[in-house]
């Protein structure tokens, strides 16, 4: 099923920026390395790049995940703030609504 999500995405979403991420991180350690590369393999075929491993329970890799969000989160602000400064100097209000151009 991943493997059809991807390709969709892949067909019908070309601009979104796609980040792999695996919960449970915390059973992904068995002490040699072959669970985590088999999990990293398995991301790996979707084409997306390397996967962030977290655990949402453990908080485990959350500094990671934080860090691979962070630009597209400043990113996203700045988008916000240029809307709102636009919107402010626009004089008709239905107008207001649109982003400035």
């Known amino acids: 099923m991943d493997l059809d999500v991807g390709k969709w995405l892949?067909?019908?979403a070309p601009e979104i920026k796609i980040i792999t991420v695996?919960?449970?991180a915390e059973s992904l350690d068995d002490g040699f390395g072959s669970v985590v590369s088999a999990a990293n393999e398995a991301a790996r075929t979707l084409r997306f790049g390397d996967p962030v491993a977290f655990s949402a329970e453990?908080?485990?890799g959350m500094n990671d995940l934080y860090e691979v969000f962070r630009p597209l989160l400043e990113q996203q602000q700045m988008l916000l703030q240029t809307v709102q400064v636009c919107n402010s100097d626009?004089?008709?209000?239905?107008?207001?609504?649109l982003p400035c151009s």
């Open 58 to 60: 453990t908080s485990l």
């Open 10 to 12: 892949r067909k019908h």
């Open 22 to 24: 695996m919960n449970k």
């Open 90 to 97: 626009e004089t008709n209000e239905e107008e207001s609504k």
